[in-house]
C-alpha cells in the first residue's frame, strides 16, 4: 500500500486523541527500532511496530488502524519494557485495537483473532483454565473458514496427551468467576 | 678524524622486535664500519633508563655521533636530542633510524625487517658521521598580537591576550564588530539572546586600552616571520572622522537612499547609505557606502572629485560638529603599518546564501524560501520585523513552516561534503522560537540524521520535538512550487517510506556554513595553508588545533571549518594562550634545520643565478629577493636569500635549485647522497 503524506494528515489530532486515551506520548519516540528489533512477532506483520508508532506521530490515522500489526501484536511487551525513552508500545496497540474497532475500521483478520480471544476467555470462565480442545472447537465453530486449519497435528497432540478431551477444572473456580464479574 | 658513534637499537616493547632481529641489527652497525664504536639495544630507549644509558654512554665512550633506531623521529627525535644535549653533546649530532613506522609496523616477515633494518642503521651512521654543529637560531619578538576579525572568536583571543597585559591590534573589514554573533537573535542550547551577551564583550574591547580597534579596514600584506611580522593595514575610507564623530544619528536620519537592502539583515531590511550596521555597533559612528550614496554616484558618472558634487550633501549640512564636521567625502583609503609579534586569524565564516543550484528549493526565487541567517534576523527584536515572525512576500504570519536541513551541507555533488555541524541545533531552535512566538503554528523539518552532539544538545532538540511539537521527518526534499500563496513542499520520510505533501507559508533552509568568498586569497596573503573547502589548515588535527602551518600565525573560530559559539569561543582561548607563551619570552629559540643560499667572495657572490624558482615552491614565502650592491650602491645581481625565521626546513627550495645553490642545514647533499649510497643494492 503507497503511503502519501499531505498536510491534513500531519495537522490532524490523531496523536493528541491517543495521548487523551492512553496517557501515551508518541511524540518521544525517536525511532530507533528497539520495538522492532525484539518484537517475537515482527515477521508476520505488515508494518514494524516502530512504523505504527510513526503513523501515530504523522497521523497516519488509517494506516496505524488498519494494519494487521496491532493484532498480531501478543502483548507481551518486551518493547515497552526495552524502549530507551519509556514509550509504552504494547499499550499503544491495546488503544490502537480499541480505536480499530470503535471505528469499525479494523482489519480483516481481526475477527479470528477477537474470536479467539473470546473463546480463550469463554474457557477460562467455565473451567477456571483453558482446555484446549473446546477452546479451539469453539473458535473453529465460530469461525468455519478456519476449520481445518492446522488439523493434522491435532491427532498427534492427542496421542501426546496435550490435547484432552475432558477439561480439568482448577479448585479455585469462584475467584476467578468473581474477577469477570468485576470486569463485566 | 672520524666520528666515534654509539647505535642504540630500541626494541620498543614488542613494537620492533617481534619483527627485526634487534640484537641482530646492533650487531651488523658495528661490522666494517669503524666509525661505530658502541652498540646496544634496550626495551625502551625513550623510558627514563633508556635516555639514561644514552646520556652514560656518551660520556663514557666518549661519542660524538648517535644513532638511535627506534620509532619515527617525529616521536622521540626531540627527548634523544635533549638527551644528548644534557651529556654535553650538541644535539644536531643524533639521529634518528625509524625501525618502527617504516619497518617492523609494516613488514610482517622477521628476515626481511631484520635486513631493511640493517639498511635502515647503516644510513643514518653514514649521515651522522657528516652532521655538523647545529645552534638554535635566536629571534627577537615584538610583544604585540594582531587579531584578523572581529566575530567572537576575534574578540575574545583580543580580550584573553590584552588582559594579560599584551597589546592588541584588532582588524575588522565591517564597519563595526560583532560578527555572525551579533546578528543571531537567541543561542543553542539555551536560548539567551545573542545580543545579550554579545554587546557587554563588544563593550569590554572598545574600553581595553590595550586594544586599539581597526574597523572598516584590512590585511594589505603580511612581511616578516613569527616574532617581528610587518603587516600593512589598509583603512578604508570611511567618509567620516571616527574622532570628531559623536554618532549622534543626524546624518543617517536625513539620509535620502533609504532603499539599501541591509547586509547585517541579511537583505530582509533596509538602511540608508550613511550608516552604522545596527544600533549596538561598535564603534557607534557610521560609514558611508560609496557604491549606493547619491553624492559618490554622481561623482563617479561625472567623473569628477566627490566634494565638488553638489547632488546631495544632506549628511554634511545636518552634521552637527563644529568647526570641522565629521563627515569627509574627500576620505580616501590610508595604509597603517604595525610591528607584530603574534597574530591570530579569526575571519569566520560565510553562510550559503546562494541557492541558485538548487531548484528543487525553488533556486533563490522564492522570497519565502529563506535562508537560517535570514530566520535569525526575523526571530531577533534588532531585526527588520522587530521580531515578529512575518513572511517576507507579504508580512503575513506563517501557519506553517517547513524548515530543511542540509542545504549545501554533506552534499558533494552540488555543495559541500561536509556536515556545518550547526544547522541540526539552529534549526530546532528555530522551530521553538517560531513556536514561541506562534503557538498554534506547525513547524516541519526535513533531515537526514540529527547531528546533536554537545552538552545538552540532545535534551535540546528533543524538546522542540516533545514539549513543543515540532514534526520531523526524516527525509529529503524534493521540490518546492507555488500555489496560490502557498509553497507547496515534496519530499519524503523514509521511517513510513512514504511521500509527503506539506503546503507550507514559508520555508527555511538550513544553509551550510562556507569558508569566506576570499579565504583563499587571504590564506596565500599569510601563507597559511588550507583545505579543498577553503577552510585555514591547522598543523596537526588532534595535537596542534590552533595553530596554522605558519609559525606564529594561529586559528581561531570557523575561519578553520563550521562550528558553534561554545567551541568557538574555547578556541579563541586556546589561540591565545599560544599567542601569550610566544609574547611571554624576550627573545624564541628556532629549530636551526633551515635553508641557506651560498655567499661566496667577489667576484661571484653566489651561486644563485637568480631564478627564484625556489621562491615559487616555498610554501612559507620564506625566500626573499636580494640585490648584491656594489660600492656606489649599483646592482650586481639579484639572488635569494632565506628568512631564518619564517623557514620551516621544508627543503623543497633545495630540491629546486638549479645551481644547487641553496643547502639545507642537517640534511645537505653530501648528508642525503652518503645515506643513499651506503645501501647495498643487490
Known amino acids: ?184 | 678524524m672520524s666520528k666515534k658513534i654509539g647505535v642504540f637499537v630500541c626494541h620498543c616493547g614488542t613494537n620492533i622486535s617481534a619483527t627485526v632481529d634487534v640484537e641482530k641489527v646492533a650487531e651488523e652497525a658495528k661490522k666494517n664500519n669503524p666509525g661505530v664504536s658502541y652498540t646496544t639495544t634496550y626495551k625502551y630507549m625513550c623510558s627514563d633508563p633508556g635516555q639514561k644509558l644514552l646520556r652514560d654512554k656518551i660520556k663514557e665512550e666518549g661519542l660524538d655521533g648517535v644513532v638511535v633506531a627506534a620509532c619515527s623521529p617525529k616521536m622521540h627525535e626531540h627527548t634523544f636530542r635533549n638527551a644528548a644535549k644534557k651529556a654535553g653533546m650538541n644535539p644536531y649530532h643524533v639521529e634518528i633510524s625509524n625501525l618502527r613506522e617504516q619497518c617492523s609496523w609494516v613488514h610482517p616477515d622477521k628476515p626481511t625487517g631484520t635486513e631493511k633494518s640493517i639498511d635502515l642503521v647503516r644510513m643514518m651512521t653514514e649521515k651522522t658521521r657528516k652532521d655538523k654543529s647545529l645552534n638554535p637560531i635566536k629571534v627577537p619578538v615584538t610583544k604585540r598580537a594582531l587579531v584578523i576579525g572581529g566575530g567572537i572568536a576575534g574578540i575574545q583571543a583580543a580580550l584573553d591576550i590584552a588582559d594579560a597585559g599584551h597589546e592588541v591590534i584588532m582588524v575588522e573589514r565591517e564597519a563595526s564588530i560583532g560578527g555572525h554573533m551579533a546578528q543571531l537573535s537567541e543561542t543553542f542550547p539555551t536560548l539567551d539572546c545573542s545580543q545579550c551577551i554579545m554587546t557587554p564583550k563588544m563593550v569590554e574591547l572598545a574600553q581595553n586600552e590595550n586594544i586599539k580597534l581597526y574597523t572598516w579596514s584590512e590585511i594589505e600584506s603580511v612581511d616578516g616571520y613569527l616574532g617581528n611580522f610587518d603587516v600593512k593595514i589598509r583603512k578604508k575610507a570611511r567618509s567620516v572622522d571616527l574622532d570628531l564623530c559623536t554618532g549622534c544619528s543626524s546624518c543617517w536620519q536625513v539620509c535620502p537612499s533609504k532603499k539599501i537592502k541591509s547586509e547585517f539583515d541579511m537583505k530582509l531590511g533596509n538602511r540608508t547609505a550613511i550608516y552604522i550596521p545596527f544600533p549596538q555597533a561598535i564603534p557607534s559612528k557610521p560609514v558611508i557606502d560609496r557604491e549606493h550614496c547619491l553624492l559618490f554616484k554622481d561623482a563617479r558618472k561625472k567623473n569628477i572629485p566627490p566634494n565638488d558634487s553638489k547632488v546631495c550633501r544632506k549628511c554634511l549640512d545636518v552634521c552637527p560638529i563644529a568647526p570641522v564636521k565629521a563627515i569627509d567625502y574627500s576620505q580616501e583609503d590610508e595604509f597603517i603599518t604595525e610591528k607584530i609579534g603574534a597574530i591570530i586569524v579569526a575571519t569566520g565564516f560565510k553562510e550559503l546564501d546562494d541557492t541558485s543550484m538548487y531548484g528543487e528549493y525553488g533556486g533563490g526565487k522564492y522570497q519565502d524560501v529563506i535562508t537560517g541567517l535570514q530566520f535569525e534576523r526575523l526571530a531577533s527584536a534588532s531585526g527588520p520585523t522587530e521580531g515578529e515572525i512575518q513572511r517576507p512576500s507579504d508580512g503575513k504570519l506563517p501557519e506553517i513552516i517547513v524548515f530543511i536541513q542540509c542545504v549545501g551541507s554533506r552534499d558533494p555533488a552540488k555543495g559541500c561534503s561536509y556536515c556545518s555541524k550547526t544547522c541540526c541545533m539552529y534549526t530546532a531552535k528555530h522551530t521553538m522560537l517560531y513556536k514561541h512566538k506562534v503557538h498554534d503554528g506547525h513547524a516541519y523539518v526535513f533531515y537526514i540524521d540529527i547531528r546533536c552532539a554537545g552538552k545538552d544538545y540532545e535534551e535540546f532538540w528533543l524538546r522542540a520535538v516533545e514539549e513543543e511539537g515540532a514534526t520531523y521527518l526524516r527525509g529529503r526534499v524534493s521540490r518546492i512550487y507555488k500555489k496560490g500563496d502557498k509553497l507547496v513542499v515534496l519530499g519524503a520520510d523514509t521511517l513510513t517510506g512514504s511521500v509527503v505533501e506539506i503546503e507550507a507559508d514559508m520555508v527555511v533552509l538550513a544553509s551550510a556554513m562556507k569558508a569566506q568568498d576570499d579565504a583563499e586569497k587571504f590564506a596565500q596573503k599569510l601563507s597559511i595553508q588550507y583545505n579543498k573547502d577553503k577552510f585555514f589548515s591547522e598543523i596537526h588535527p588532534k595535537l596542534k588545533p590552533v595553530e596554522s602551518s605558519s609559525a606564529g600565525i594561529f586559528l581561531a573560530g570557523t575561519c578553520q571549518g563550521p562550528k558553534d559559539i561554545p567551541e568557538t569561543v574555547a578556541q579563541a582561548g586556546a589561540a591565545a594562550s599560544k599567542v601569550l607563551a610566544l609574547l611571554s619570552a624576550d627573545e624564541l629559540e628556532r629549530e636551526p634545520v633551515v635553508a641557506k643560499v651560498d655567499r661566496l667572495p667577489a667576484p661571484i657572490f653566489s651561486t644563485c643565478i637568480g631564478c627564484f624558482y625556489c621562491k615559487r615552491v616555498c610554501p612559507y614565502g620564506a625566500i626573499a629577493e636580494e640585490d648584491i650592491k656594489a660600492r656606489d650602491g649599483s646592482v650586481i645581481k639579484t639572488v635569494a636569500r632565506v628568512n631564518e625565521g619564517l623557514c620551516q626546513g621544508c627543503g623543497l627550495c633545495a630540491a629546486t635549485c638549479r645551481s644547487k645553490s641553496v643547502e639545507l642545514a642537517g640534511f645537505n647533499d653530501e648528508q642525503v647522497y652518503a645515506e643513499i649510497n651506503s645501501v647495498e643494492f643487490n
Open chain 1, 1 to 184: 500500500m503507497k503511503i502519501k503524506i499531505t498536510t491534513k494528515e500531519l495537522k490532524s489530532d490523531f496523536a493528541k486523541e491517543v495521548k487523551e486515551r492512553s496517557g501515551i506520548d508518541v511524540k518521544k519516540c525517536y525511532q530507533c527500532g528497539k520495538c522492532t528489533a525484539g518484537c517475537p512477532v515482527a515477521y508476520e506483520m505488515d508494518y514494524m511496530p516502530n512504523q505504527i508508532i510513526r503513523f501515530v506521530q504523522l497521523g497516519l490515522r488509517r494506516e496505524a488502524l488498519t494494519s494487521r500489526t496491532i493484532w498480531l501484536c501478543a502483548s507481551c511487551i518486551t518493547c515497552s519494557t526495552r524502549c530507551p525513552k519509556e514509550v509504552k508500545i504494547a499499550e499503544l496497540m491495546d488503544v490502537l485495537r480499541e480505536m480499530a474497532l470503535e471505528e469499525g475500521v479494523a482489519n480483516p483478520m481481526e475477527k479470528n483473532i477477537t474470536t479467539f480471544h473470546e473463546a480463550f476467555l469463554n474457557s477460562v470462565k467455565k473451567h477456571g483454565r483453558i482446555s484446549e480442545f473446546w477452546m479451539l472447537s469453539e473458535y473453529k465453530r465460530k469461525r468455519p473458514k478456519t476449520a481445518l486449519q492446522d488439523i493434522e497435528i491435532g491427532p498427534q497432540l492427542m496421542l501426546k496427551g496435550k490435547l484432552s478431551l475432558t477439561p480439568h477444572d482448577i479448585k479455585g473456580k469462584k475467584s476467578i468467576k468473581r474477577i469477570f464479574e468485576k470486569f463485566k
